[in-house]
């Protein structure tokens, strides 16, 4: 009998154990979506800005990050994180007291970067996992605002 309970409570912490160790190396992938341009990185950028705007998004900002590094002497391939921002999805938010904890993940982002296969990529949050652990309205508004994300990012992608 005490072998046996033995035995049991050790599967069980291997169990967890190995749940654990599976949830640490899924979650980076799940959390964060990359894709290959067809294009240069010049044109990613081009044909991005062309499609939020047909899309009736706003760019607030565009952060040039090897031009920032090149303030600090340092030399880094071509990157540019580009923020979006759709005010319906933004007002909704923003309009009620409990949803504001969301303000820091506003406005939505997507990187376009360069890396050593001179291939140029695309990276954004899973917003959309992340709504659906959010529930209510923050669910509906990421969810929907993460559609249309994907949606804007059509012409980028390989075919």
Request: hydrophobic share 45%; aromatic share 6%.
């Amino acid at each position: 009998m005490k072998k046996s309970l033995l035995y049991a409570i050790l599967g069980f912490v291997l169990g967890i154990v190995v749940t654990i160790i599976g949830i640490f190396n899924v979650m980076p992938k799940m959390m964060i979506f990359e894709d290959v341009s067809q294009y240069d990185f010049d044109k990613s950028v081009e044909v991005f800005e062309t499609s939020v705007a047909e899309h009736g998004w706003e760019i607030p900002k565009i952060h040039d990050l090897q031009k920032t590094m090149a303030k600090f002497d340092k030399q880094v391939r071509p990157v540019k994180v580009i923020e979006l921002c759709h005010p319906d999805h933004a007002g909704k938010i923003l309009l009620e007291s409990e949803e504001r904890i969301v303000s820091s993940l506003m406005p939505c982002r997507v990187a376009i970067y360069e890396k050593a296969d001179s291939k140029t990529y695309i990276s954004r949050m899973n917003s959309g996992m992340m709504a659906a652990m959010m529930g209510g309205l923050i669910a509906e508004v990421m969810a929907d605002a993460s559609s249309e994300n994907e949606v804007i990012l059509q012409p980028l992608l390989t075919k």
